[in-house]
């Protein structure tokens, strides 16, 4: 089984925030491959479905970002899912809104939900999806952590949801890549 991670805060009121591009990229890919949410385990709304020969669980931390290592390592844990077999898809402010970067390790980038997922699993060993939403614009060199957190829980505006729409379904594409084909032919095709 492989575990498919879309990381993002619960509730209606960060739903279309650019923090929750993870839990709007994994609903998508769950929706064209008849996948409902409608289990809990570990903390996450989770779907259990098999796509492309793949048995797969996909989730989605109920705990808040920040603290998604919680859910993710209980899942993890609980299935018995080899490192390689789980896949994070989260939001980059690093990356140009509307790029994504596939990995199959390495540091968090100072992303605090991949902070939570490392420490708790103890490893960052495991394959990644970033989707760039930009940052914020500010007339000085370095904008303030607030100026971070209120762009990173606010909503993309009409133009940005255009260009995260079709970004949201080359993700699909790639995770259906990384499943056929493995994280490095996903990493070639996509990055």
Same mark, same amino acid.
């Given at each position: 089984?492989?575990?498919?991670?879309?990381?993002?805060n619960?509730g209606?009121?960060?739903?279309?925030?650019?923090?929750n591009?993870?839990?709007?990229?994994?609903?998508?890919?769950?929706?064209?491959? &008849?996948?409902?949410f409608?289990?809990r385990?570990?903390?996450? !709304? /989770? %779907? =259990? @479905?098999?796509?492309?020969? +793949?048995?797969l669980?996909?989730?989605?931390?109920?705990?808040?970002?920040?603290?998604s290592?919680?859910?993710?390592a209980?899942?993890?844990?609980?299935?018995?899912?080899?490192?390689?077999?789980?896949?994070?898809?989260?939001?980059?402010?690093?990356?140009?809104?509307?790029?994504?970067?596939?990995r199959?390790?390495?540091?968090?980038?100072?992303?605090?939900?991949?902070n939570?997922?490392? &420490?708790?699993?103890?490893?960052?060993?495991f394959?990644?999806? !970033? /989707? %760039? =939403? @930009?940052?914020?614009q500010? +007339?000085?060199?370095?904008?303030?952590?607030?100026?971070?957190?209120?762009?990173?829980?606010s909503?993309?505006?009409?133009?940005?949801?255009?260009?995260?729409?079709?970004?949201i379904?080359?993700v699909?594409e790639?995770?259906?890549?990384?499943?056929?084909?493995?994280?490095?032919?996903?990493?070639?095709?996509?990055?």
């Amino acid at each position: 089984m492989k575990l498919i991670v879309g990381l993002g805060n619960p509730g209606k009121t960060y739903a279309r925030n650019r923090h929750n591009v993870g839990f709007q990229c994994l609903n998508d890919f769950a929706r064209l491959h &008849s996948i409902r949410f409608d289990r809990r385990q570990c903390q996450a !709304r /989770v %779907g =259990i @479905g098999k796509v492309r020969g +793949e048995k797969l669980l996909l989730a989605k931390p109920g705990t808040f970002v920040n603290l998604s290592g919680q859910s993710v390592a209980g899942l993890v844990r609980k299935h018995n899912i080899p490192l390689n077999d789980l896949l994070v898809i989260y939001d980059d402010l690093d990356l140009p809104l509307g790029k994504i970067r596939l990995r199959q390790s390495g540091s968090s980038g100072g992303h605090k939900g991949m902070n939570s997922i490392i &420490s708790a699993l103890g490893s960052e060993d495991f394959p990644r999806i !970033r /989707v %760039g =939403i @930009g940052r914020p614009q500010a +007339e000085e060199q370095s904008v303030s952590e607030d100026a971070i957190v209120n762009y990173v829980l606010s909503d993309f505006s009409p133009q940005e949801e255009a260009i995260i729409k079709s970004v949201i379904a080359t993700v699909a594409e790639a995770i259906d890549c990384f499943l056929t084909q493995g994280i490095e032919a996903a990493m070639s095709k996509f990055n």
